[in-house]
């Protein structure tokens, strides 16, 4: 166990074991801290079992525990959301409890996720620093389970709401990765409103930006579009200084936004429109531009996400069966992971069957070259 100079050990009576659904006492021993921001705290620990349950190991972690003031009003979305999820490249909830707080005497709810040793952020600036991008076979296989988790999710009307690399758990030692962070996430409801002032400004989709107010989980693949392109630049593609600059910036890559999409997402916008073209060159063009150092797959695959209309832009499914991941379906693909002599096989295409009923007629062709 890493030890820091500060560790926090405590025991409780009521540990929900997410798996099985029973309560435990345990003792919990935080012993780092990883992350703080609006939503709460997030601190590494492991758990022990004071009596332990039959064929049980006594001890549990690392694992990254999120702890958030408990909503009394409504159940907490994250832990409802987190409960029903199950799926490789989505983190997992393993235990949850709620703890009254020694320092403001508010009740917390903890919630006891599997810990990764890295994120996508701190993966491209590895690579930034070296002046130099994530590999392309890596690149490839952490862009399929990202595209596979937001299948799994949106078939269930689940959109994460806050898609960015910092919200990507990924361990380069396998070149495994899991999505992580649902505070923002919801089940969208057919033709029912939601808030759009939601999503990381960098990432925000821009029928969101102009406040749409009945959208759709495609502004997840908007996200994933902009956490691909970060990819292959090393650094966040629209980098707006304010929410409105910010489709000045998609402007200068997709062209002015047509009036229909204005019309379609908000008729009540009465922000910028920003109509003038600013580059003279095909859209097609501007992304070869853009991404001039990328290989024409890559940039087929982003013309085809990073689109205006959310009714255009490409479905999670129809991105999995894209030209861009056929080298992963190769009987020899391999990856070296970072610092690595030796390559390693990835076992990307254990579908399940709920994702393959997802799949639809598209599973055919996507498992057909992976034999």
């Not at 620093?129 to 690149?139: D, G, N, R, S, W």
Request: aromatic share 12%.
């Amino acid at each position: 166990m890493p030890q820091n100079n500060h560790s926090d050990e405590y025991t409780l009576d009521q540990v929900i074991n997410n798996l099985s659904g029973t309560s435990n006492r345990m003792t919990v021993t935080e012993y780092n801290k990883i992350g703080e921001g609006a939503f709460g705290t997030v601190v590494e620990a492991v758990l022990n079992y004071t009596d332990p349950p039959n064929n049980t190991e006594e001890t549990h972690g690392p694992f990254a525990i999120k702890r958030v003031p408990a909503q009394t009003e409504y159940k907490s979305r994250e832990l409802e959301i987190l409960r029903v999820v199950n799926h490789p490249n989505i983190v997992s909830l393993r235990f949850f409890f709620d703890k009254k707080s020694s320092i403001d005497g508010k009740i917390y709810q903890n919630l006891v996720m599997e810990c990764l040793p890295s994120n996508l952020q701190s993966e491209i600036k590895y690579y930034r620093q070296l002046k130099y991008t994530i590999p392309y076979p890596h690149m490839k296989a952490y862009t399929f389970q990202l595209t596979r988790a937001m299948l799994y999710l949106h078939g269930f009307g689940i959109s994460h709401r806050d898609i960015k690399p910092s919200n990507i758990l990924v361990d380069p030692s396998s070149v495994t990765l899991k999505i992580c962070d649902f505070g923002s996430a919801k089940k969208l409801e057919p033709n029912q409103s939601s808030v759009s002032y939601i999503c990381s400004r960098y990432y925000r989709a821009p029928e969101l930006i102009v406040g749409c107010p009945i959208y759709t989980t495609k502004i997840d693949i908007w996200g994933l579009g902009c956490v691909i392109a970060e990819m292959f630049l090393g650094k966040p593609i629209f980098q707006g200084q304010s929410p409105e600059l910010q489709l000045k910036e998609i402007s200068k890559l997709l062209g002015p936004p047509p009036k229909t999409f204005y019309f379609k997402s908000n008729p009540q916008y009465r922000g910028n429109m920003y109509q003038n073209k600013l580059f003279s060159c095909s859209v097609e063009d501007r992304f070869k531009q853009i991404f001039s150092n990328s290989p024409p797959d890559a940039i087929d695959l982003l013309l085809k996400i990073l689109v205006y209309d959310p009714d255009f832009r490409a479905s999670p499914r129809s991105v999995l069966v894209h030209p861009f991941f056929y080298e992963l379906k190769k009987e020899n693909f391999k990856v070296y992971p970072r610092g690595a002599s030796e390559p390693i096989s990835l076992n990307l295409f254990n579908f399940s069957k709920y994702e393959l009923e997802l799949l639809g007629p598209l599973k055919d062709e996507l498992l057909k070259s992976s034999e």
